[in-house]
Nanobody
Framework: QVQLVESGGALVQPGGSLRLSCAAS????????MNWYRQAPGKERELVAN???????YYAESVKGRFTISRDNAKNTVYLQMNSLKPEDTAVYYC????????WGQGTQVTVSS
């Protein structure tokens, strides 16, 4: 069965950096696009970044130039490198993959605060 497990969330000061990881299993990882979403308290879940099977990427305007999505097909893992973090980046971050349907991980909390 498809499983997505995020890790790497933490409390970080404004201007700091974090790298999130999402380990995938149960499907042929290299063939599928992977997404990072986030959901802040009281807000809808929003797409942060996407990487397709060829390595092409998409970023939300709010994170462009600060976040980098990447994938390691040998490790079945997708990453989100987050630099210059701001308090408004505080959210639960989820990875997802549309295999037969959209699958989601359990999420990892990122808190940006001094």
């Amino acid at each position: 069965q498809v499983q997505l497990v995020e890790s790497g969330g933490a409390l970080v000061q404004p201007g700091g950096s974090l790298r999130l990881s999402c380990a995938a299993s149960g499907f042929t990882f290299r063939n599928y696009a992977m997404n990072w979403y986030r959901q802040a308290p009281g807000k809808e879940r929003e797409l942060v970044a996407n990487i397709n099977s060829s390595g092409g990427t998409y970023y939300a305007e709010s994170v462009k130039g600060r976040f980098t999505i990447s994938r390691d097909n040998a490790k079945n893992t997708v990453y989100l490198q987050m630099n210059s973090l701001k308090p408004e980046d505080t959210a639960v971050y989820y990875c997802s993959a549309r295999v037969s349907r959209e699958y989601w991980g359990q999420g990892t909390q990122v808190t940006v605060s001094s």
